[in-house]
């Protein structure tokens, strides 16, 4: 369903209602968990746990920690912060330079049609919060009194939020002191030892085949090829085979039987429903990864140091692929201009594999990812343990902004009392101004007029 709505227009109205309708969903299955877990929930308050780390995308889990008595909530997200999250935490999350997270196709050098259509995608990520925060919040008090505090509140409290994206692959923006960047968290550096075998078909297809390598196109678990049009999946199969010096591994579902039929004409395409994505990505003859976007495809190219095509389908995908434009080692692609043709395919294929340039960044940018002062691991293990010596709070790091009214934020009441002092002022100094004109024109009336009864005086 969700690849097969991504091949329409953007629309702003659709994308506002779909992600209300994911709210409305997650709220729901939220209460449904509290209505069957309350002697689940006994066993864990005897537990006497001391921090609870929920999931951002919905705060269910930050009222069940309030439920359990667990003193310390820790937020972590799973994507690139969301607008709402960031209203909550009092982060300026500023739309001129920063793209909004949902089906947002942008850079952050925007021009100021790009800039007016951001802020309206913020704006409606503020929004989310109407529909998804608050309607969450009367549930757990429908259920557990009025005296249930706001969600909002218990989430602005915590002392970390840990963000599982790579900072350098993200756009730069402002932080907090107490938001934690822990990208990459348990991505194994090794090889799957089960495909080094030298009988595995997929270690045969990447050692042996294609001239100048192998390109891998995959869509991740979710996008399922069956979902898009007969049309893209001709098409892209149809690129894949004009470049004959390749060899393409391409993931395709068992039950797409077109594809699986179409591919089988073509020697340099050999298809799979499953693929060890870490292994293809560290193989020494992968030219390039086609991908659908998602981070954790973004994080695992980069570290492998592979240039990548991005062609989203939803969510944060279209921005992972103007990430990896933006740093120079990858090149986001349409596709639905794949529905009537593959000419622009295939030349964005070549300008990939064929420009130094995006080699070079992609190697950089693993180099960057790899060696960066404090892993993953570390980051998060060393704020956990911080807590200990902290008692779980940490009101220090946390700014006035989480209280501030958006007029306050952003200083909207000095601009507009600004604005009406400029404005009289103003109008003052042009009545003044129209006071000397009247004046000076009277004046030289009267001088005008006596001089012509003068006048007349003498030619009587």
Not at 364 to 386: C, D, H, M, Y
């Amino acid at each position: 369903m969700i690849a097969e709505m991504s091949f329409k227009k953007v629309d702003l109205p659709m994308d506002f209602i779909i992600g209300s309708i994911f709210q409305q969903t997650f709220n729901n299955a939220c209460e449904k968990f509290l209505l069957v877990s309350e002697k689940l929930f006994d066993k864990l308050r005897n537990e006497k746990f001391d921090i609870i780390i929920s999931e951002q995308l919905n705060f269910c889990g930050a009222g069940v920690g309030h439920l359990l008595n667990i003193p310390t909530n820790i937020l972590v997200s799973s994507c690139p912060i969301q607008e709402h999250v960031a209203s909550i935490l009092g982060l300026s999350n500023p739309a001129s330079y920063i793209p909004s997270l949902y089906d947002s196709n942008l850079p952050d050098k925007m021009s100021i049609y790009e800039r007016t259509t951001n802020l309206f995608r913020q704006f409606a990520g503020y929004v989310y919060t109407i529909y998804g925060v608050d309607p969450l919040t009367k549930i757990f008090k429908k259920h557990y009194g009025a005296a249930f505090p706001d969600l909002r509140t218990i989430v602005a409290e915590s002392p970390f939020v840990f963000v599982n994206v790579d900072e350098f692959l993200d756009f730069p923006r402002p932080i907090f002191s107490n938001i934690i960047y822990i990208g990459g968290l348990g991505m194994e550096e090794g090889k799957n030892t089960k495909i080094n075998k030298i009988e595995d078909p997929i270690n045969i297809e990447m050692s042996t085949k294609g001239k100048k390598g192998v390109i891998f196109f995959s869509t991740g678990t979710i996008m399922r090829t069956t979902d898009m049009g007969e049309n893209f999946r001709r098409n892209v199969l149809l690129t894949f085979s004009q470049l004959t010096d390749y060899h393409f591994i391409v993931k395709i579902e068992n039950d797409d039987n077109f594809s699986l039929n179409f591919a089988k004409q073509f020697k340099n395409i050999f298809v799979t429903s499953w693929a060890p994505q870490t292994f293809i990505l560290k193989h020494p003859r992968l030219k390039l990864f086609i991908t659908h976007g998602g981070y954790n495809s973004l994080m695992e190219s980069a570290r492998a140091g592979i240039p990548l095509i991005s062609m989203g389908f939803f969510a944060d995908q279209y921005r992972n692929g103007r990430v990896a434009e933006r740093n120079g080692w990858g090149l986001p692609f349409d596709k639905r201009l794949l529905l009537n043709g593959n000419e622009e395919f295939k030349e964005a294929i070549l300008q990939v594999i064929e420009s130094p340039s995006y080699l070079k960044s992609a190697k950089r940018i693993q180099k960057l990812v790899l060696n960066k002062p404090f892993s993953a691991e570390e980051r998060l293990l060393r704020s956990i343990r911080f807590l200990e010596i902290s008692g779980g709070k940490l009101p220090e790091l946390l700014p006035e902004s989480r209280n501030m009214s958006t007029i306050a934020f952003y200083n909207l009441d000095i601009l507009i009392l600004a604005t009406i002092s400029s404005t009289l002022l103003i109008f003052i100094f042009w009545r003044f101004l129209k006071f000397l004109s009247a004046g000076y024109i009277k004046i030289r009336a009267t001088s005008f007029n006596k001089k012509k009864e003068k006048e007349n005086k003498k030619n009587e």
